[in-house]
């Protein structure tokens, strides 16, 4: 199931969150795209860099906090050195999200802003990319945007946005 809403992240009440992230310098640094959600976490950074100092976060890839806490922390290696998401990155690893949410019995994930909701990536809207790679998924995803999707988005019938804007999947909260 999916869903995406315009609100607050850290006002979910998910088990867990994804937070997409930009990858610096050959996968040894990363810099989160929402300053205000990562500094929510401060221990799951403390333990990022821990693990950055042996390990690389490479394009697509996953980094999952296993710290104790709620909610959990899982980073979304989406965005390349120059802040610009790439449609290839930003599937894989939405993909590995979904793999993952459904090997551990996740029951939801709040995933946060993947990109603005008027700019598209290859001709799509970051939000077709999110649906296509995380509806056939067990987990109950929610994903948060700086805004609900425009008009311009609402595709043709049969569209997979139509079909999930059809299910009144698209809520304001």
Same mark, same amino acid.
């Given at each position: 199931m999916m869903q995406f809403v315009s609100g607050n992240i850290l006002e979910s009440h998910s088990p867990v969150v994804a937070?997409?992230?930009?990858?610096k310098q050959d996968g040894k640094e990363v810099a989160p795209l929402d300053q205000k959600a990562a500094k929510a976490f401060p221990d $799951?950074?403390? @333990? &990022?860099?821990?693990f950055l100092r042996s390990h690389q976060l490479n394009p697509g890839e996953l980094w999952v906090d296993d710290g104790p806490g709620q909610p959990r922390l899982v980073l979304l290696a989406s965005h390349g050195p120059l802040g610009n998401v790439q449609v290839p990155m930003?599937?894989? $690893?939405?993909? @590995? &999200?979904?793999?993952?949410a459904?090997?551990?019995?996740?029951?939801a994930v709040a995933v946060g802003n993947l990109g603005s909701a008027d700019r598209t990536l290859a001709g799509l809207p970051s939000q077709q990319i999110a649906?296509?790679?995380?509806?056939?998924?067990?987990c109950r995803f929610v994903v948060y945007e700086n805004q609900v999707m425009p008009p311009q988005f609402e595709e043709t019938t049969g569209s997979p946005l139509a079909r999930w804007r059809d299910q009144d999947q698209l809520v304001a909260v």
């Open positions: 937070l997409p992230v930009q990858i $799951s950074w403390v @333990r &990022l860099k821990r930003l599937r894989k $690893s939405l993909r @590995r &999200l979904a793999n993952w459904d090997r551990n019995d996740v029951a649906y296509e790679q995380l509806v056939d998924s067990r």
